[in-house]
């Protein structure tokens, strides 16, 4: 499926990330899951691991403890209620 995401992480702090990529994998409550643009839309309560990110050969990290994944038409949000980038 071609296309880009647009994917934003926030936490209570701050917004860590905000921009297009071609993929993200989250630690969903009921299972791990990823995301590509065009995805069906949803929403889930994340546990405590490791959201990846890709985009163009490049990976990022982050770790979350918590929070809500929410996708749409639009995209999708991260809500997590602790964040932090980690390297890959």
């Known amino acids: 499926m071609a296309g880009k995401l647009h994917f934003s992480l926030v936490s209570p702090e701050r917004e860590l990330f905000s921009g ?8 969903g409550s009921e299972g791990d899951f990823g995301v590509l643009a065009g995805h069906a839309p949803f929403m889930t309560t994340l ?4 959201v ?5 050969g ?3 990290g982050f770790d ?7 996708v749409t038409p639009d995209g999708l949000t991260i ?3 602790q964040a932090v980038e980690v390297a890959l």
């Open 20 to 27: 297009e990529v071609d993929q993200v994998d989250a630690p």
């Open 47 to 50: 546990k405590s691991g490791r």
């Open 52 to 56: 990846k990110v890709y985009d163009n």
């Open 58 to 60: 490049r990976t990022l």
């Open 64 to 70: 979350v403890q918590g929070g809500f994944a929410d």
């Open 79 to 81: 809500l997590a209620e």
